[in-house]
Structures are given as C-alpha cells and as structure tokens.
C-alpha cells in the first residue's frame, strides 16, 4: 500500500509520494459528548513520513511543508486544495479532497543514528466550507 499527497496553492505544488509517506490518516470529528448525531462537524487529517534528502537539482517537498506550515491564518496561501490518495495494487482505495485545508501542527524530527527525519503533518478542512470535503475510490491508479 502507498500514498500519493498533493498540494496546491497559489503558487506552488507540493508532491509527496510513496517513497516519502509512511501512513496517513483521515478522521471525521465530531464532539464526543453529544447523544444525536452533532451539525459540528469537522474533517482532520493527519500524514507522516520520511525527510529524503534531495539530489541533483530535485525540489525537497518537505520543505515547502515547512514553509506553508509558517504561513499566518491571515494570508489566503494558509489554505490550500489537499489530495490524499491511498493506492493499494494499481488501485485507489481512497481519494480524500480538503479544499480549503489549513496546517493545525507540523514537527520534523531528527537524529543522528536514523540517517533520515521524519515529518508529521496535522491538517483540517476549514469548516465553514466542510461540505466540499470530497471522498472517492475504488478505481485503476494513473
């Protein structure tokens, strides 16, 4: 099983593949004290994976999701279109669409006997636009 994440704003795209994500998960939130089914809703989804260091001239993605983790709520680049697909034998198993998802938490982590870091992304739907969160699947991989 592999991921594909995408993320596009205004004036960049971010590409993590397989050889980068080590899990993902997607997680629909609502308040765990309710008795009936809650109208506050929230989508939630969490990547993590491996820091590889870039060679000959490649772009380090996870860099840029550092940078846009940085990026204040009061610029429209905070929120950005993220595709999450879960690929499982030339197959999509999920595909998971935030419209309009913002960083909550970023951490890189490193160390010195690993040889690699790693990166943990924690990221929302906005929601007032929760409603535009798309989930899909079941479908060949490009």
């Given at each position: 099983?592999?991921?594909?994440?995408t993320?596009?704003?205004?004036?960049?795209t971010?590409?993590?593949g397989?050889?980068?994500?080590?899990?993902?998960?997607?997680?629909?939130?609502?308040?765990?004290?309710?008795?009936?089914?809650?109208?506050?809703?929230?989508?939630?989804?969490e990547?993590?994976?491996?820091?590889?260091?870039?060679?000959?001239?490649?772009?380090?993605d996870?860099?840029?999701?550092?940078?846009?983790?940085?990026?204040?709520?009061?610029k429209?680049?905070?929120?950005?279109?993220?595709?999450?697909?879960?690929?499982?034998?030339d197959?999509?198993v999920r595909?998971?669409?935030?419209?309009?998802?913002?960083?909550?938490?970023?951490?890189?982590?490193?160390?010195?006997?690993?040889?690699?870091?790693?990166?943990n992304?924690?990221?929302?739907?906005?929601?007032?636009k929760?409603e535009?969160?798309?989930?899909?699947?079941?479908?060949?991989?490009?």
């Amino acid at each position: 099983m592999g991921f594909r994440l995408t993320i596009e704003g205004q004036n960049e795209t971010i590409s993590l593949g397989m050889d980068n994500i080590t899990t993902a998960h997607f997680k629909s939130d609502t308040p765990d004290d309710s008795n009936a089914r809650a109208t506050d809703l929230g989508s939630i989804m969490e990547v993590t994976g491996k820091i590889i260091t870039p060679v000959d001239g490649e772009p380090d993605d996870t860099m840029k999701l550092a940078i846009w983790s940085q990026v204040s709520a009061e610029k429209a680049d905070a929120y950005r279109n993220v595709i999450l697909e879960v690929i499982a034998g030339d197959q999509v198993v999920r595909k998971v669409t935030f419209p309009n998802a913002f960083v909550v938490d970023y951490t890189e982590d490193f160390g010195h006997t690993e040889g690699i870091g790693t990166f943990n992304l924690f990221i929302k739907q906005k929601k007032d636009k929760n409603e535009l969160v798309t989930i899909e699947g079941g479908y060949a991989a490009e």
